[in-house]
């Protein structure tokens, strides 16, 4: 992993959720989610659920071409994490990039354990 940007973080009784940003060494972008605890097992029978959406090295540069484009900023890594980072900052953020790659036409994807 070289970058990483904490997209949305909820901590309470029973709950705890992480959505992070992430550039891999391979060029890909991961967005990964993680969410533990007793509600978390209440509804799914286990006390953890990761879920993930991967990005390879083209279509993260379909991407950033895309957003460099179409709202000015650089074409760069750091750049990608900052605005996503910028936008995609609620409990929703995950269902909404998924939403975002789909509507520019950039594959990716979904895993989840």
């Known amino acids: 992993m070289m970058g990483q940007k904490t997209l949305y973080e909820d901590k309470r009784e029973g709950l705890h959720v992480v959505i992070t940003a992430e550039e891999r060494e391979s060029g890909a972008l991961v967005i990964a989610g993680y969410d533990v605890g007793e509600i978390v097992k209440s509804i799914r029978g286990d006390s953890d659920y990761e879920y993930y959406l991967s990005v390879n090295k083209d279509e993260v540069q379909k991407l950033m071409h895309k957003i460099s484009t ?11 994490l900052d605005w996503l980072a910028a936008r995609y900052d ?5 269902s909404k990039i998924q939403a975002l790659l789909k509507e520019m036409g950039v594959e990716a994807e979904f895993s989840c354990w």
């Open 90 to 94: 609620d409990e929703y953020c995950f």
């Open 70 to 80: 179409e709202q000015g900023i650089a074409p760069n890594f750091p750049a990608l």
